[in-house]
């Protein structure tokens, strides 16, 4: 059984930084794609950031630039560095692990096992 829990949301000011983390149990998280979405209210979940099992990352566009996905393999843990914070990025987010490796993994359907999420909130 997979599980995934989410770490490092807060509330902080535009222009600040935070990092979140993702723990893997039940599976490798270098084997296989993770992701990142995020869901503000009344929105679809979108799309963050991706990273490949051979370490290629991916970006929504809104984030590039700003947003840095990592991964230790020692410690089966993604990472979400986030800098430059703007009220927008509020939202839950959520870090998902796909079964498949097939990239780029972009859309919500394409993961099967899911975190409980982080709240991130940005204040102007």
């Known amino acids: 059984q997979v599980q995934l829990v989410e770490s490092g949301g807060g509330l902080v000011q535009a222009g600040d930084s935070l990092r979140l983390s993702c723990a893997a149990s039940g599976r490798v998280l270098s084997s296989y794609p993770t992701g990142w979405f995020r869901q503000a209210p009344g929105k679809e979940r979108e799309f963050v950031a991706a990273?490949?099992?051979?370490?290629?990352?991916d970006y929504a566009d809104s984030v590039k630039g700003r947003f840095t996905i990592s991964r230790s393999n020692a410690k089966n843990t993604v990472y979400l560095q986030m800098n430059s914070l703007k009220p927008e990025d509020t939202a839950v987010y959520y870090c998902?692990?796909?079964?498949?490796?097939?990239?780029?993994?972009?859309?919500?359907?394409?993961?099967?096992?899911w975190g409980q999420g982080t709240q991130v909130t940005v204040s102007s």
């Open positions: 990273i490949s099992w051979r370490g290629v990352p």
């Open positions: 998902a692990s796909s079964p498949f490796n097939a990239w780029p993994r972009v859309r919500p359907e394409e993961y099967d096992d």
